[in-house]
């Protein structure tokens, strides 16, 4: 099972997401395979971090889709690369696009699913978008108004769990943990959870050994 996360904006919190996605996968006893495709080679980084301080298990990271996968393959897409984006895309079973809450960047998902569906010749497989650095503010409306504009590409699945603007996420990747590693009982650990069961549901099977 092949899954892109991507989107044309950058910003949009990516790589933290594959990363913590990754590990989550490795943690439910599957098979994982990351792939980093942007050139920046920030996912790299973080599973160098992870090796030099030690924790395990270690992640996988490839400079390109392998040809053989024994299970999970988690591709993440920079836009620099357009190229490999698209081929990547072309190979995906599904595509999970994290979006800030902001108009420019539900622009940003409209282009790239035009982008997704030139590169499947029309058939895209399956999109799912959700609310990524959500603003934890009870006031705001900038989550709820994002998801509604989303909510009106078409062929676009959007996800009711959101991950929101946390320093957890953002010690996540330069400390080379998952969150749910940091702080197991945290929020953000919390959302990582019910992103990672929704985005999968369906799609993983039983735990393997």
């Given at each position: 099972?092949?899954?892109?996360?991507?989107?044309?904006?950058?910003?949009?919190?990516?790589?933290?997401?594959a990363f913590n996605l990754a590990l989550w996968l490795l943690e439910s006893g599957h098979d994982v395979d990351l792939c980093d495709l942007d050139p920046q080679a920030t996912l790299r980084d973080a599973a160098d971090v992870r090796v030099e301080l030690g924790f395990e298990p270690t992640l996988s990271v490839w400079g390109r889709v392998p040809s053989k996968a024994k299970g999970q393959v988690l591709i993440d897409v920079g836009v620099s690369d357009q190229p490999a984006m698209r081929r990547a895309l072309a190979k995906a079973d599904r595509i999970l696009i994290p979006v800030a809450p902001s108009q420019a960047d539900v622009w940003s998902t409209q282009q790239f699913v035009d982008i997704i569906a030139d590169a499947t010749g029309g058939k895209p497989p399956r999109m799912m978008a959700f609310i990524n650095r959500a603003d934890t503010h009870p006031a705001s409306r900038e989550n709820e108004e994002a998801e509604e504009a989303l909510g009106q590409l078409e062929g676009l699945t959007v996800l009711?769990?959101?991950?929101?603007?946390?320093?957890?996420?953002?010690?996540?990747?330069?400390?080379?943990?998952?969150?749910?590693?940091?702080?197991p009982r945290g929020k953000a650990?919390?959302?990582?959870?019910?992103?990672?069961q929704t985005a999968f549901d369906g799609a993983l099977g039983g735990r393997k050994s």
């Open positions: 099972m092949i899954t892109v996360i991507g989107n044309l904006k950058g910003g949009t919190g990516k790589s933290t997401v009711s769990t959101r991950l929101s603007q946390r320093m957890a996420f953002r010690r996540s990747f330069s400390e080379g943990l998952a969150v749910f590693e940091m702080e650990a919390a959302e990582l959870l019910a992103l990672a």
